[in-house]
């Protein structure tokens, strides 16, 4: 009798201390049993990566980005493309350096308005008188708009040229 009082007492002591062992532990590493118990997270919060902040783009980099939309658009030849985007680089160049000054707002307008005149100056000698006249419309009204109506007057004189 003292022997079944002691395996039935041993019995429960294993059975409250197993069960207390398996909710605090678990199955170790996880037993792929599917218990959701395994490997605990880390008590240490994680540092989650911040995505980085495109880098601004290069002088460079946005008049290429343009440039064939203005040549198609203006129906530039090389040496007038090449003219045009050595000319818009430069000022693009003086523009970006202008806003990193961060001036006042007075002092940005009148070096912005600077800047356009020695632009408008410069561009005037380099291109044919058509060339620049468009592409100062094509500033005003944007180049989708130039596009439009470049192509509506195409169209006027092929219907014209048809009758």
């Known amino acids: 009798m003292k ?10 002591v294993l059975l409250v201390f197993g069960a207390e062992l398996q909710a605090q532990y678990g199955y170790g590493y996880g037993s792929g049993y599917g218990y959701g118990y395994g490997r ?4 240490v919060p994680q540092v989650e990566h911040t995505p980085k902040e495109p880098e601004p783009k290069t002088a460079e980099q946005i008049v290429d ?11 530039l030849n090389e040496f007038e493309s090449a003219v045009l985007s050595s000319i818009l680089k430069k000022y693009v160049q ?10 006042t707002p007075e002092q940005m ?19 044919p008188l058509e060339k620049y006249e468009g592409f100062v419309e094509m500033q005003k009204k944007g180049i989708q708009k130039t596009r439009k109506d470049k192509k509506r007057e195409k169209k006027r004189k092929d219907r014209k040229t048809k009758t």
């Open 94 to 103: 003086k523009r970006i350096e202008m806003q990193i000054l961060e001036l």
């Open 40 to 43: 605990q997270r880390n008590a």
């Open 65 to 75: 980005g343009e440039m064939p939309k203005i040549a198609e658009t203006l129906e």
């Open 3 to 12: 022997n079944f009082i002691k395996i039935t007492l041993l019995f429960f």
């Open 109 to 127: 307008r009148e070096g912005m308005e600077k800047i356009t005149k020695a632009q408008d100056e410069e561009l005037k000698a380099g291109l």
